[in-house]
C-alpha cells in the first residue's frame, strides 16, 4: 500500500461525524444540567431583609431599622444558572509512515581441484542465498479539541421585575 493510500484511508468523514454528534450531545447534557440548576436555584428559598432604614436625626445620631424579612428563592435573589455553547471545534490528524526496504544477497563460492597422473577433477560447489526485508512503521496521532464559552441566559427564561410602590407619601404639610 502506497503512502499516499494510507492517508486517503483515514477515515476524516466519520471523525468529523462523531465530533459533531459528539458536542450536541454535550451540549443537550449542559443545556439539561443548566435547566435543573435553575430549578434548583427557583425550589431554595433564602430569608432576605428588603430593605434597612438608616435614620440620621437631628442631633447626628444614627439610628437603624428594617422591613421584616421575606423568604426569596435564589432566583429572585439574583442567582442565576450559567448556560455555555461550544464556539471552535478543531479535529487534527498526524501521521508518520516510515518504509524500509533491504536486500541481501550472499554468494558463497568454493572450488577443489584433484590432479593425478593424466586425470584432472574438480568440483565447484556455489551457495547462493537472498534475504530481502521489508519494513513498514506506521504512527498516528489524532487531537480533537472543543472550546467552550459562557453566555448569557435565554432572554425570556428570568422575567424583567419591575417595583410599584402604592404607599401614600407622608404629610410634611404644616
Do not use: C
Not at 36 to 47: C, P, Q, W, Y
Not at 117 to 133: E, M
Amino acid at each position: 500500500m502506497s503512502v499516499g493510500q494510507e492517508l486517503l484511508d483515514v477515515p476524516f468523514p466519520e471523525m468529523i461525524a462523531s465530533m459533531g454528534q459528539g458536542i450536541a450531545d454535550a451540549q443537550n447534557q449542559l443545556d439539561m444540567n443548566s435547566v435543573e440548576v435553575a430549578k434548583v436555584l427557583a425550589e431554595t428559598e433564602i430569608e432576605v431583609v428588603p430593605a434597612i432604614t438608616r435614620t440620621i436625626d437631628s442631633e447626628g445620631e444614627v439610628t437603624y431599622s428594617s422591613a421584616t424579612p421575606i423568604d426569596v428563592s435564589l432566583l429572585q435573589a439574583g442567582l442565576f444558572p450559567t448556560f455555555y455553547q461550544f464556539s471552535e471545534a478543531v479535529i487534527e490528524v498526524e501521521m508518520d509512515i516510515k518504509t524500509t526496504t533491504e536486500r541481501e544477497t550472499d554468494i558463497d563460492v568454493s572450488a577443489e581441484a584433484h590432479a593425478g597422473f593424466g586425470l584432472w577433477g574438480g568440483s565447484i560447489q556455489t551457495d547462493v542465498s537472498h534475504n530481502r526485508k521489508f519494513g513498514k512503521e506506521v504512527h498516528g496521532t489524532s487531537k480533537l479539541k472543543t472550546t467552550m464559552v459562557p453566555v448569557p441566559e435565554p432572554p425570556y427564561l428570568f422575567p424583567e421585575v419591575e417595583t410599584i410602590d402604592q404607599r401614600q407619601p407622608e404629610d410634611n404639610e404644616e
